[in-house]
Nanobody, 127 residues
Framework: QVQLVESGGGLVQAGGSLRLSCAAS????????MGWFRQAPGNEREFVAT???????YYADSVKGRFTISRDNAKNTVYLQMNSLKPEDTAVYFC?????????????????????WGQGTQVTVSS
C-alpha cells in the first residue's frame, strides 16, 4: 500500500520557521517528482514547490526565496523548509508524488498530474 505521510506542521509566529517532512512508503519514489501543495479554507489547492527526480527544483513566486524543497531518496523522504513565514502561508500542506516524471520530463505544478497524496498537515502562522 502506497502512503505519503506529512509531519512537522504547527503554529508559528510570523517570521518564524517550520520544516515539513513527507515520508513515502509502499514503492520507490526516487524516479518521481515530489511536490508540496497547500490549501487554505475556501481556496483551491495551490502549488508550492516541486523537486524532480533529477533534483531540479521549482517554486511558486509567493514562496521563492523563503521556502526550500529537498529530498533524501535513501529515506524516501521529501522536506519543505519554510522560513520567514507569513500569515498568508496559513494552510493545510499536502505532499504529492508525480510518478511519470522521467517519462515526460516536464515540471508539473497542477495537482491533477500527481498520482499519490498525503493526508495533509496544518500550518498556522499568527501575526
Amino acid at each position: 500500500q502506497v502512503q505519503l505521510v506529512e509531519s512537522g506542521g504547527g503554529l508559528v509566529q510570523a517570521g518564524g520557521s517550520l520544516r515539513l517532512s513527507c515520508a513515502a512508503s509502499g514503492r520507490d519514489f526516487s524516479n518521481s517528482a515530489m511536490g508540496w501543495f497547500r490549501q487554505a479554507p475556501g481556496n483551491e489547492r495551490e502549488f508550492v514547490a516541486t523537486i524532480r527526480w533529477s533534483g531540479t527544483t521549482y517554486y511558486a513566486d509567493s514562496v521563492k526565496g523563503r521556502f526550500t524543497i529537498s529530498r533524501d531518496n535513501a529515506k524516501n523522504t521529501v522536506y519543505l523548509q519554510m522560513n520567514s513565514l507569513k500569515p498568508e502561508d496559513t494552510a493545510v500542506y499536502f505532499c504529492a508524488a508525480y510518478s511519470q516524471d522521467t517519462i515526460f520530463k516536464v515540471i508539473r505544478t497542477t495537482p491533477r498530474y500527481y498520482d499519490y497524496w498525503g493526508q495533509g498537515t496544518q500550518v498556522t502562522v499568527s501575526s
